[in-house]
């Protein structure tokens, strides 16, 4: 195991970390309020430590996510919130529950085939009506030397390029808006699409 993995795997180091190089998440927070409803019940698919629940009402919201000490260090921080472990392609929700989805930062970590089930389940379980907000690292064409720097640190192996991503919120999601934008250190893509 590389250094690397030890800082990402910690939650402390990976919650800190990345606060520094995202500075605070101010650009990413900024759209996440324009863009979703703080009162509406929340699914943050690949929660990890739980930044931006606090954006969220805390009844309605439920984080879920594969990693123990990532949902513990989350629980204890924010008690009245709800965590929960569960892979993100098989979800222990029932059909339409949910009135908005957020997936920030979890694909560039999966497959193709895991990518495509996970984003199904967050349609399945998503309300007719109801928005996915998908924000993920992307590939710049001509990345600057910071970028190339914290993809080579990111645990992520699938970072796609900007147009690879609608084609995975496929079916009945139809896209709404898109943008690239610079958060820190990281460039993003982000893409708001409501379910039919
Ligand atoms: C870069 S972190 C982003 C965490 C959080 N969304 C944020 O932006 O602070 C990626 C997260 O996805 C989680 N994850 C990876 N594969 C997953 C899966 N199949 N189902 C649910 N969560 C997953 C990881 O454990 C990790 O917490």
Redesign the pocket.
């Known amino acids: 195991m590389t250094l690397i993995d030890r800082l990402v795997e910690n939650p402390y180091t990976f919650h800190y970390l990345?606060k520094i190089a995202e500075a605070n998440y101010r650009a990413t927070k900024r759209r996440m309020l324009d863009l979703l409803d703080p009162d509406a019940p929340t699914l943050?698919?690949?929660?990890?430590?739980?930044?931006?629940a606090p954006l969220f009402r805390a009844e309605g919201y439920v984080g879920?996510?594969?990693?123990l000490p990532?949902l513990r260090f989350a629980k204890r921080r924010m008690p009245r919130y709800g965590f929960a472990l569960?892979?993100?392609?098989e979800l222990p929700l029932a059909d339409g529950s949910v009135g908005q989805v957020?997936?920030?930062?979890?694909l560039h970590?999966?497959g193709e085939e895991?990518a495509r089930r996970?984003v199904g389940e967050a349609r399945r379980v998503l309300r007719s009506g109801g928005r996915l907000l998908l924000i993920e690292d992307i590939e710049p064409e001509r990345p600057p030397l910071t970028t190339r720097l914290i993809h080579a640190m990111?645990?992520?192996e699938h970072i796609r390029a900007r147009q690879d991503y609608p084609d995975l919120l496929e079916g009945d999601l139809e896209i709404e808006r898109e943008e690239e934008y610079r958060s820190g250190l990281c460039v993003y893509g982000l893409w708001l699409a409501r379910r039919r």
Do not use: M, P, W
């Open positions: 990345r943050d698919l690949g929660c990890g430590t739980g930044e931006f879920i996510d594969i990693s990532y569960a892979q993100g392609q957020l997936i920030n930062g979890v970590h999966l895991l996970l990111d645990a992520g």
